[in-house]
């Protein structure tokens, strides 16, 4: 079978933006969208696996970290440890991964006069890492000193707190950072080679049917999509399905709960957490842009503008976070003052009133309709983003939308449904939070 080229699939793009887009299927069955711009410098290209800590083996947390890690080290075609950010970093670029819940990601840029061959060493990850035994016990190390950076940040400390407050029988309750403890004193206790696991988990997850290419390039279509093909048709598939685990993270035992924490960095912060239902799963509808533009609204009569001429806060912030298409969570942060901190008592009461408000009250078209129109004009007049940024924020939803919508994601919800975003509400209640 030779590459499909979906002619009749039309993906919805800015009216201003002049790139030219294309959606390809490799005989591989991955998954490419290819991005023509003649007035880029940099070129880029960002690679999606649809697998991510959540698939870590019991007893070896940390393993899709570490082999995020591996990769980066050297390959069959190109053995010299480090080659492949070497050739970047000198041609004008930067290169970078990150591993997630469900999701691992891999992205760079470079010089656009270069970019074939630094896609080359990149295609290699895919096709032929080394995963040598000496790299293997230098970068447990290097992962274990990342985890200890991580412990001095509270952006990384509250997260994981979250997660180890919820069901141990959920994935999501996992530590995906891994340290040395996790990566080699437990494994060695249980007989576990951790090399032998870590090719066990690259040869069984990473699989072209489970990935998704951005590629973002200075020429025309039709050569990107040779270059594509040369490069990646080759990615093994094994057709394996994507992993999905059902069911919530926090039981009821894991709500209605109040947890004080110490933390790193100066200041009051109060979070307030719901389980809700995923917004992905209604994204045209939008719930969480109205509810996020409500409760986290600054003008006259808000919340906010209430706590702050109290003294009790510094900012507020409502948004949906660490959502997947299993779960999710909407969370309030608000900042507060020495003297807030003495009322948090009366703080979370005023949130809750005004939760109460907005679920007696109903809810508005007008509101929606003005949140849509905004999100539509943010849409079709947005900046250009660095070629980077633009193709992992594309590559890292490829799996989660439509192609139509790939550009679009979740960003203009045009879909009024007031029954949706009630019922999202009606999920922001006291004996649901923590
Ligand atoms: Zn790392």
Same mark, same amino acid.
């Given at each position: 079978m030779a590459t499909e080229v979906e002619v009749e699939v039309e993906i919805v793009k800015p009216h201003t933006d002049k790139r030219e887009y294309r959606r390809i299927v490799l005989k591989n069955s991955l998954e490419v =969208? =290819?991005?023509?711009d003649p007035d880029t410098d940099k070129s880029a290209a960002s690679m999606n696996v649809g697998v991510g800590y959540s698939s870590d083996p019991v007893g070896l947390e940390g393993l899709a970290h570490f082999l995020e890690h591996m990769l980066f080290y050297a390959s069959e075609k190109y053995p010299m440890e480090g080659s492949y950010s070497k050739y970047i970093l000198e041609n004008g670029g930067q290169y970078n991964a990150c591993t997630s819940y469900e999701h691992t990601n891999y992205h760079f840029e470079v010089n656009s006069d270069c970019f074939e061959e630094a896609l080359d060493r990149f295609a290699q990850f895919f096709l032929g890492? /080394? /995963?040598?035994?000496? !790299? #293997?016990?230098?970068?447990?190390k290097a992962v274990d000193s990342e985890n200890e950076k991580n412990l001095l940040s509270d952006g990384w400390r509250m997260p994981q707190l979250q997660k180890h407050l919820s069901d141990e029988k959920h994935p999501y309750h996992k530590f995906g950072t891994g340290n040395w403890e996790t990566l080699e004193v437990q494994p *060695?206790? *249980?007989? /576990?080679? #951790?090399?032998?696991?870590?090719?066990k988990f690259y040869e069984e997850n990473y699989s072209a049917n489970l990935m998704h290419l951005v590629i973002y390039a200075k020429e025309n279509l039709n050569a990107i999509q040779s270059i594509v093909e040369h490069k990646f048709q080759e990615i093994r598939s094994n057709n394996r399905d994507y992993i999905s685990f059902p069911g919530q993270p926090c039981t009821s035992k894991h709500l209605q709960i109040l947890v004080k924490a110490v933390p790193i960095e100066q200041g009051h912060k109060l979070r307030i957490v719901w389980p809700i #239902?995923?917004?992905i799963l209604h994204y045209k509808e939008g719930p969480c842009y109205y509810l996020s533009h409500l409760i986290g609204h600054e003008g006259e009569g808000s919340l906010f503008s209430i706590l702050k001429s109290l003294g009790w806060a510094i900012s507020l912030y409502a948004n949906e976070e660490g959502w997947n298409r299993e779960f999710s969570f909407f969370k309030v942060t608000i900042d507060l003052t020495d003297d807030g901190h003495e009322h948090m008592k009366d703080v979370? !009461?005023?949130l809750f009133k005004y939760i109460h408000l907005l679920q007696e009250s109903g809810v508005r078209k007008w509101i929606f309709d003005e949140l849509a129109s905004i999100c539509e004009t943010n849409f079709h007049y947005q900046d250009k983003i660095s070629p980077i940024y633009y193709a992992i924020q594309i590559a890292s939803n490829m799996q989660l939308y439509p192609p139509k919508d790939w550009l679009v994601q979740s960003s203009m919800p045009s879909k009024f449904n007031p029954s949706i975003i009630h019922s999202v509400i009606?999920? =922001?209640s006291p004996t649901n939070a923590r």
């Open positions: =969208l =290819l991005i023509s890492p /080394l /995963l040598s035994a000496d !790299a #293997t016990m230098r970068e447990i *060695k206790a *249980k007989g /576990l080679d #951790t090399r032998h696991e870590l090719i #239902t995923p917004s979370v !009461a005023l009606n999920q =922001l």
